[in-house]
Antibody, heavy 119, light 107 residues
């Protein structure tokens, strides 16, 4: 069955960077686009961007432009999301989510990674 | 950006009740809408896509309808495991956006 397993919780100081991983199994990794969505405490989910795992193309939410980088390692079936210049308001649970075949909705999600920005 | 407004933000209901949640889009999005269920500490779970198509494995008591700017999610007979927060998501254009959520609590 499809599984997306993310790396563990992180605590970072303001201005630092964080890199979250998402290891996929149970399907052909390169056939699907992977998205990243974050959810601050008590807030709605916020879409961050995607990577076409097959060709490496990416697209990001404009608000994150320059701060977020999504990459993948096809040999490890793993996608990564790196967020730099962290701010207190970046405290959130970060999810990877698999897109259904060009449809822009998500049928499988990682378990989430809590990133806490604190001094 | 397309804004999604859900109502109500909270509702309390009893097991067996019929529950309806509304999602309104700031502009027409055809039928490009999905619904998710989220329980505390868990990732969202896909329930419905293309406004009314039930995801595999989702109980038939869940249904969706609507097009354009107004959509509804209906639970025909609320079960104990349905107490959760429900989100709509528009698929029409980037940036993808989510509604503010509707928490279904126990009356």
């Amino acid at each position: 069955q499809v599984q997306l397993v993310q790396s563990g919780a992180e605590v970072k100081e303001p201005g630092a960077s964080v890199k979250v991983s998402c290891k996929a199994s149970g399907y052909t990794f390169t056939n699907y686009t992977m998205h990243w969505v974050r959810q601050a405490p008590g807030q709605r989910p916020e879409w961050m961007g995607w990577i076409n795992v097959g060709n490496g193309n990416t697209k990001y939410l404009e608000n994150f432009q320059g701060r977020v980088t999504i990459t993948r390692d096809t040999s490890a079936s793993t996608a990564y999301m790196e967020l730099s210049s962290l701010r207190y308001e970046d405290t959130a649970v970060y999810y990877c989510a698999r897109e259904v075949a060009g449809k822009r909705y998500f049928d499988s999600w990682g378990q989430g990674t809590l990133v806490t920005v604190s001094s | 950006d397309i804004q999604l407004t859900q109502s109500p933000s909270f509702l309390s209901a009893s097991v067996g009740d019929r529950v309806t949640v509304t999602c309104r889009a700031s502009q027409g999005i055809s039928r490009d809408l999905a619904w998710y269920q989220q329980k505390p500490g868990k990732a969202p779970k896909l329930l419905i896509y293309a406004a009314s198509t039930l995801q595999n494995g989702v109980p038939s008591r869940f249904s969706g309808s609507g097009s354009g700017t107004e959509f509804t999610l209906t639970i025909s007979s609320l079960q104990p495991e349905d107490f959760a927060t429900y989100y709509c998501q528009q698929l029409n254009s980037y940036p993808l956006t989510f509604g503010g959520g509707t928490k279904v609590g126990i009356k």
